[in-house]
């Protein structure tokens, strides 16, 4: 069974500083996204990650993914209080209906 | 992307009753999901929608209590049914456009049993 661990679950932060969320993932999976969502709001979708190595950046985000150590990062550059909100990260499930299975979510919130 | 057009955007309903939330998408898409998510909790998928058959319910979860109709490949329909205030929840309706590409996302319904 394919289950998805995120960590921190709560973090906050000072704008201006530097911060990584992770996502392990517990079997083999060839795809792995990351979703924002901020309070009261549907989730937006931030990053696909398809093979090993691969990496993305959009403005202060910037996603990653071992698929050989089942990790993908999410790494916060120079917070700014606009990134407030709950990330999740989410990775296919390799059965026939291709699911995703999600994290908890992280909660970040970025203080002045 | 998608343009997906989720109703009602929010509901109070009495125990009992039953609610049909609705989801429409303006092109057509490959996949049709239905999560449920607790206020500040993770997403739970509730069942896959399938065009044209019975959809794929994930343990939990049962068609008696949440029926899901998709007639055609832009919209669905998920019903709950015989409500509780456990019924309360956010319920989303997703989509993949095609095969091994992003979920987009409805804006949700909010629903409140008393």
């Known amino acids: 069974e394919l289950k998805v661990e995120q960590n921190p679950l709560f973090l906050s932060m000072q704008e201006g500083k530097n911060y990584t969320i992770y996502c392990n993932y517990s079997t083999t999976s060839d795809r792995l996204y990351w979703y924002r969502q901020d309070p009261g709001k549907s989730l937006e979708s931030l990053f696909v990650l398809l093979s090993n190595g691969a990496v993305k950046q959009e403005g202060r985000l910037m996603a990653s993914l071992d698929t050989k150590a089942r990790l993908s990062t999410l790494h916060i550059t120079a917070a700014v209080h606009d990134l407030s909100a709950t990330y999740f990260c989410?990775?296919?499930?390799?059965?026939?209906?291709?699911?995703?299975?999600w994290g908890l979510g992280t909660s970040l919130a970025v203080n002045p | 992307s998608a343009v997906i057009s989720q109703k009602p955007s929010r509901d109070i309903c009495q125990r009992g009753t039953s609610l049909t939330i609705q989801c429409q998408v303006d092109?057509?898409?490959?996949?049709m999901f239905w999560y449920r998510q607790q206020p500040g909790q993770s997403l739970t998928l509730i069942a896959t929608a399938n065009q044209g058959s019975e959809a794929t319910y994930e343990s939990g979860f049962v068609i008696d209590k949440f029926p899901i109709s998709r007639p055609n490949l832009t919209f669905s329909t998920l019903t709950v049914s015989n409500m509780s205030p456990e019924d309360s929840s956010i319920y989303l309706c997703s989509v993949v456009i095609q095969v091994n590409t992003e979920a987009f996302f409805g804006q949700g319904t909010r629903l409140t049993v008393v």
């Open positions: 989410a990775v296919v499930y390799a059965g026939n209906n291709r699911k995703l299975i």
């Open positions: 092109s057509q898409v490959t996949m």
